[in-house]
């Protein structure tokens, strides 16, 4: 709160935070790095939903002010143990749309997501993938846009300007690349 108290200390997951996202209706999103997420009622503090994305990190989670999560990652690569240091996961990425408490939509993506934001109009989702491309969706349905390769190795951040039709995207090269939005 505004003298700086926790208002709410929300436990239950048995893995690393690695994605939160605010809904509508005061409520938060968080996902870890083995696959589950948790939609919390932020008056009372309690989870309201779980899911199980699947056996692997979430990358992020991007709300709509309609309330849709979506969700982004991959599962871990086969025979990757637990103990396994820096563990890899698998090349098949997945995208999951959440709508209400309920899995709306679980499609494969074309490579691992690792991070996205969406438009300030809401218009579209935009996904930076480890192959180095940019996706843009629709995000109400999922349907690819279009896409474009957009950095020399993995897009580990993205981020629209509030003001300007701009795009900021990091990339694991230790560079940033501001490209026109549209």
């Given at each position: 709160?505004?003298?700086?108290?926790?208002?709410?200390?929300?436990?239950g997951h048995a893995a690393p935070i690695t994605a939160v996202a605010f809904?509508?209706?005061?409520?938060?999103?968080?996902?870890?790095?083995?696959?589950?997420?948790?939609?919390?009622?932020?008056?009372?503090?309690?989870?309201?939903?779980?899911?199980?994305?699947?056996?692997?990190?979430?990358?992020?989670?991007?709300?709509?002010?309609?309330?849709?999560?979506?969700?982004?990652?991959?599962?871990?690569?086969?025979?990757?143990g637990p103990d396994k240091l820096h563990r890899p996961t698998s090349k098949?990425?997945?995208?999951?749309?959440?709508?209400?408490?309920?899995?709306?939509?679980?499609?494969?993506?074309?490579?691992?997501?690792?991070?996205?934001?969406?438009?300030?109009?809401?218009?579209?989702?935009?996904?930076?993938?480890?192959?180095?491309?940019?996706?843009?969706?629709?995000?109400?349905?999922?349907?690819?846009?279009?896409?474009?390769?957009?950095?020399?190795?993995?897009?580990?951040?993205?981020?629209?300007?509030?003001?300007?039709?701009?795009?900021?995207?990091?990339?694991?090269?230790?560079?940033?690349?501001?490209?026109?939005?549209?």
């Amino acid at each position: 709160d505004s003298t700086g108290n926790v208002r709410h200390l929300l436990t239950g997951h048995a893995a690393p935070i690695t994605a939160v996202a605010f809904l509508p209706g005061d409520r938060l999103a968080s996902a870890d790095e083995a696959g589950a997420i948790r939609i919390w009622n932020g008056v009372t503090g309690k989870a309201t939903a779980t899911f199980q994305a699947w056996d692997g990190p979430v990358r992020f989670l991007v709300a709509t002010a309609e309330g849709q999560l979506w969700v982004g990652g991959a599962p871990w690569a086969p025979g990757s143990g637990p103990d396994k240091l820096h563990r890899p996961t698998s090349k098949e990425g997945r995208y999951l749309r959440i709508e209400g408490e309920a899995i709306a939509w679980n499609g494969a993506a074309p490579a691992v997501p690792l991070a996205a934001d969406l438009s300030p109009d809401g218009r579209s989702l935009v996904v930076g993938h480890d192959d180095g491309t940019l996706r843009w969706l629709d995000p109400r349905t999922g349907a690819e846009i279009r896409s474009r390769n957009s950095a020399t190795g993995p897009i580990v951040s993205v981020r629209f300007s509030p003001r300007e039709p701009r795009l900021a995207v990091g990339g694991a090269d230790g560079t940033v690349r501001l490209l026109a939005a549209d």
